[in-house]
């Protein structure tokens, strides 16, 4: 007897019950919060760095699924080899055979990635993280692990450990043994090694929350006095690697550095198939699995598939042959500097940052003395809400997904699909100069809307 099952039918009959899916089977606070602020929108189909809703309208994706659409969606080199892995009918997963796919993988990844020797394939980049702290404390046999503040490396509990962000590591407790030091501050990294009990220091080059780049030689110090305290360097470059900065890695961009672990997942996938990847050195893998008897002592059940590692290769050979990487540096550039010349016409724009395709625009409080007040009642209420008052106009004026870059944080960040293209960035540049604009002026929507975000954040105390 065959069964039948006919996705597309499904989808038809009860698409249009996602939200209220959601609500009843799933986070009840996500679909709570998108009606909020408007983002409840129904897109229908993507391409490339575009949404386009059922009546063909697009929406310019500045936001590329928090990094994981590195490619932008569907790409077609990608598609084509998950399409062409299914076909092939392979024995996957056996666990007892070694399958060509990882190893190919691991091969080309290797090729970006000078001076690391060996990969271990997991399902994500919190899997990714664990894996790194994993294999540091057995390397060293040092039970502690150092990381910035403001770090984000993850939600499971290892990764949890080495968050920065106190909203998300509250009511966990109690965490792995780890502790946070400044970014950028080596005489805290210093002392923290002096103690004897560090295996290593997590770092994101360029942190996602806030868009906070690593002071310039900061990296290559804290490795030196890392390996002069026998303690490790990972680098955390889970959404900053694979080209989003206009390097291969973030870490690239100081001459030196040389991490003892990487982490990447994100944008190897595609945007297909879940994929993490813990790349080191050999002696660290050699010390972990030391014997046969260690074979399995760190594994993943669904690590290495052959969808993922289809994927990965696809990936890769794209960014090879379509030139990602170059393209990121010049789109980037272009982009910031647009953006930076806004800083000098409006009061309320502070700062823009970043490398690449990862640019943080900060907000801060004006000098106009009706503009700081109304900036005061918002910070009063909850600091962050400026910054959603201008993601909220981008999306519903001018059809431009954002995010703020982090909670309580007047800090959007752009992370779009590294192949948006010049077009892209006159749109989003026009766009957000129309909500600065309207801003300025003191009056219009976007304030109202401001006047909604308060009572809500003051309903939420």
Known sequence: MTSEFDLGALLAERGAERYELHAKHLNPQLPRMLHTIGFDKVYERAEGAHFFDAEGNDYLDMLAGFGVMGLGRHHPVVRKALHDVLDLDLADLTRFDCQPL??????????????LDRVFFGNSGTEAVE???KFARYATGRPRVLYCDHAFHGLTTGSLSVNGERGFRDGFAPLLPDTAVPLGDLDALARELKKGDVA??????IQGKGVHEAPPGYLRAAQELLHRHKALLIADEV???LGRTGDFYAYQHEDGVEPDLVCVAKALSGGYVPVGATLGKEWIFKKVYSSMDRVLVHSASFGSNAQAMAC?????SVMENEQIVAGVRRTGELLKSRLTALIDTYELLA??????LMIGIEFGKPSSLKLRSRWTMLQAARKGLFAQMVVVPLLQKHRILTQVSGDHLEVIKLIPPLVVDETDVERFVEAFTAVMDDAHSGGGLMWDFGKTLIKQAVANR
């Open 102 to 115: 990882p190893g190919l993988l691991a091969e080309r990844l290797l090729t970006h990635s000078p001076h």
């Open 131 to 133: 894996t790194a702290l």
């Open 200 to 205: 290593a220091l997590i770092v994101e080059p």
């Open 239 to 241: 959404q900053t690697g």
């Open 312 to 316: 990965g290769l696809a990936v890769l």
């Open 351 to 356: 700062d823009v940052r970043g490398r690449g």
